[in-house]
C-alpha cells in the first residue's frame, strides 16, 4: 500500500494511554512528515516529467542522426555516381578525340598520297614537255640548218 501526504495527514491514532504521547505533538509532527513527503512527491514528479522530456529530446536527436547519416550516405552515393558518370564521360571524349586523330592521321595520309600521285603526275608531265619541247626545237633546228645548207 502506498502512502500519500493526505494519509499521513488524516491519520488518527486512538485513545491516549497513560504515559502515552502528547496528540498536539504527533499532530504537528505528522503535518511536518506530510508537508515533507509533499514536497518530496512534487520534486519526484517534476524529476519523472524532466526525465521523460529528456528521454524524448534524446529520441528525437538519435532520429535526427539516423536522418543526417541517411543524408550523408546519399550524397555520398551521389557523389561516387556523379563520379562513376564523369570518368565515363571522359572516357568517351578521350576515344572519341582519339577516333578523331586517327581520322585526320588517315586524311592527312591520303591526301599525301594524292599530292605525291599529283607530282609524280606534274613530273612526267614535265619531263613529257621537256621531251616535246626538245623534240620541237630539233625540228626547228633541222629545218634551219637545212635552209642554210
Do not use: C, W
Not at 46 to 52: I, Q, T, V
Not at 105 to 121: F, K, P, W
Amino acid at each position: 500500500m502506498k502512502i500519500t501526504p493526505l494519509d499521513i495527514q488524516q491519520q488518527q491514532f486512538k485513545g491516549k494511554l497513560i504515559g502515552g504521547l502528547n496528540p498536539d505533538e504527533v499532530d504537528t509532527f505528522l503535518q511536518l512528515v506530510a508537508r515533507e513527503m509533499e514536497e518530496l512527491v512534487r520534486e519526484n514528479n517534476d524529476l519523472k516529467e524532466h526525465a521523460r522530456k529528456a528521454s524524448i529530446d534524446q529520441e528525437e536527436l538519435s532520429q535526427r542522426e539516423k536522418e543526417l547519416r541517411e543524408t550523408l550516405l546519399a550524397a555520398q552515393r551521389v557523389i561516387e555516381g556523379m563520379k562513376d558518370n564523369a570518368q565515363k564521360e571522359a572516357g568517351l571524349i578521350v576515344a572519341e578525340a582519339e577516333i578523331k586523330a586517327d581520322r585526320l592521321l588517315a586524311d592527312s595520309e591520303n591526301r599525301l598520297i594524292l599530292l605525291q600521285n599529283e607530282i609524280r603526275e606534274l613530273q612526267r608531265q614535265k619531263l613529257q614537255f621537256e621531251s616535246s619541247l626538245r623534240s620541237l626545237l630539233d625540228s626547228y633546228y633541222k629545218m634551219l640548218t637545212l635552209n642554210e645548207e
